[in-house]
């Protein structure tokens, strides 16, 4: 395997605020890791170091074995958020521009892309707009993929669509590096990092992620007045179907509540869900 | 209470349906989820609920217009007016009462963790706090039925859990939430889910009753298998069939996301390979 990413050791000051600290994180080739954070953590930080538009107060980052130079970013391919495309041209005119700018054929397009080149992509639906976004960051064949929550507002065929794309890349020996909030992408990786106040937080699987973290689960006829009592004692409480969750709650500690409150219900403990362990590391 | 819903509603857009006999119902005190992607329908779910779309076909059940709430999507928030400003003309476009008003409006605030930022501008808000306020406007008058239209896309985890927090809340008090997501640990959560592909029902019941209603059964395998309805899981992959079991292939229990890949292969038939 081969580092396409090192960063080491990095920290990043903004005046009094530490926005990286102490973070390392490698991509190495055919593997798709997840950069886990909420917002504020530094995934976009880190992300900038990585890629050389921001330089660390402190540490190393190394983007194909070397400085993260121009040269070096031109075997990058990105899809931003926000896509990046040229929302006021058509699909045509968007994927030549950038095939002029990365000195290779514009690609060829799937037959129902094909049948609506000539579009305008602000026109477009989001599902198109993300695809047309991949075929102009993988035109070039990058080395490295960096993709920033790359199904976003996609239904569940769209999404597998894409994650083929994605795997496509891989497959071929690109590293691919996703930033995330959401469980079913982070499902797609094959490692995961997640960073929280500018350090990592938890790496691995999903099951590493989560790790021992548990939720209070209350199942009761009443769970509306279960809610209510819960909720005026101070508890994080959440709603799921007609069950209740409490993020690393103390099961005693509910139980306790609510037959107090009169509340009939069984109280058991489960592993923790994905958005329930950034609750739990946001310090809610 | 009865039900609020769509019974077979069929809804036309410019000569195009954008909704085909759907049906959903929704009751007080309980989450409806709509999901499904690009041009699936769910705004035009959401929106028909609202009032807003005359259906071609079906029955629409909605409580009379003031008591809905609707937060279209893009949050609904005007930019250019404060937090305070937003909620304040809410109130005066329902005629609520200088005696209801303020004190409504400075419950939301507390409810939704706003009332530190109530001059602050719209546009100034952060993605999760505008969605926050979209709900709080929606919420203002004290709807029986409150429709959301994709209220989490976009929003940072942590945001996402106080907007479900609020929902929990509002569907505690009775009222009946329709949302729609493309997230499915959101529909997870839901009473009912209603998943929609090009206007039509790929299917709908509680998360379990989904899961129940795939046809055929979904395989794990380490490698693709020739013309088989397919998709990736991680570096494996997912094959769905109704038939014979794909060599190398091991029974999955599948989640909510193999099910709607699966039944929307299973909708298209053979032209979605």
Not at chain 1, 16 to 42: I, M, P, Q, W, Y
Not at chain 2, 42 to 68: D, M
Not at chain 2, 209 to 215: N, P, Y
Request: net charge negative.
């Amino acid at each position: 395997m081969n580092a396409l990413v090192d960063g080491r050791d990095l920290v990043k000051r903004f005046g009094s605020f530490t926005a990286v600290d102490g973070v390392s994180l490698r991509v190495e080739d055919g593997e798709v890791v997840g950069l886990l954070g909420a917002n504020g953590a530094g995934k976009t930080t880190l992300l900038r170091i990585l890629l050389g538009l921001l330089s660390p107060t402190a540490g190393t980052a190394r983007l194909f074995g070397g400085s993260p130079t121009r040269a070096a970013l031109s075997r990058v391919g990105y899809v931003p958020q926000g896509l990046g495309l040229y929302t006021d041209l058509t699909v045509a005119e968007n994927l030549a521009f950038r095939a002029r700018l990365f000195g290779v054929g514009a690609p060829p397009l799937p037959d129902d892309l094909e049948a609506r080149s000539a579009e305008i992509v602000a026109g477009l639906s989001v599902g198109y707009q993300r695809r047309v976004a991949f075929l102009a960051a993988l035109m070039h064949h990058p080395a490295l993929l960096v993709l920033d929550e790359p199904t976003s507002g996609v239904g569940p065929l769209g999404r597998a669509r894409l994650w083929d794309t994605i795997r496509e890349a891989a497959d071929g020996g690109a590293g691919v590096l996703v930033t995330t909030h959401h469980l079913e992408e982070a499902e797609e990786c094959d490692r995961l990092v997640m960073m929280a106040a500018g350090k990592i937080a938890a790496e691995g699987s999903l099951v590493d992620i989560v790790g021992s973290l548990q939720a209070v689960e209350v199942e009761t006829d009443d769970w509306r007045r279960g809610l209510d009592v819960l909720g005026s004692a101070g508890v994080v409480v959440g709603l799921a179907g007609s069950r209740l969750r409490v993020p690393g709650g103390d099961p005693a500690e509910v139980r306790r509540i609510l037959e107090d409150a009169g509340v009939a219900g069984t109280v058991s403990s489960r592993p923790a869900t994905l958005e329930e362990k950034f609750v739990s590391l946001a310090g809610h | 209470m009865s039900d609020w819903g769509l019974d077979s509603v069929t809804v036309r857009i410019g000569g195009v349906i954008a909704l085909d006999g759907v049906s959903l119902a929704v009751a007080p005190g309980e989450v409806a989820v709509v999901v499904g992607g690009d041009g699936a329908g769910k705004t035009t779910v959401a929106r028909t609920l609202a009032g807003l779309v005359r259906v071609a076909a079906g029955t629409v059940r909605r409580p009379e217009g003031r008591r809905v709430g609707y937060q279209p999507a893009g949050s609904g928030v005007w930019p250019d007016l404060t937090v305070d400003e937003n909620l304040s003309f809410i109130a005066t476009a329902f005629r609520m009462g200088a005696a209801d008003a303020p004190g409504r409006i400075d419950q939301l605030l507390g409810a939704t963790g706003l009332a530190t930022v109530r001059d602050r501008l719209g546009a100034q808000l952060s993605g999760g706090m505008r969605q926050k306020l979209g709900v709080a406007m929606a919420l203002l008058a004290e709807p029986e039925m409150l429709i959301l239209d994709e209220p989490t896309t976009g929003v940072d985890p942590v945001s996402r859990h106080e907007l479900w927090r609020l929902v929990s809340q509002t569907v505690a008090s009775g009222t009946a939430v329709v949302m729609t997501t493309t997230y499915l640990d959101e529909a997870e959560r839901a009473g009912t889910i209603l998943a929609l592909d090009g206007g039509r029902t790929l299917a709908v019941g509680t998360p379990a009753e989904v899961r129940r209603s795939l046809r055929g059964a979904v395989y794990a395998s380490d490698h693709p298998v020739e013309g088989a309805h397919q998709w990736r899981r991680g570096a494996a992959w997912r094959i769905w069939t109704d038939g014979e079991a794909p060599p190398g292939g091991t029974p999955v229990s599948p989640d909510l996301g193999d099910v709607l890949i699966a039944a929307a292969f299973d909708a298209h038939g053979a032209a979605a390979r």
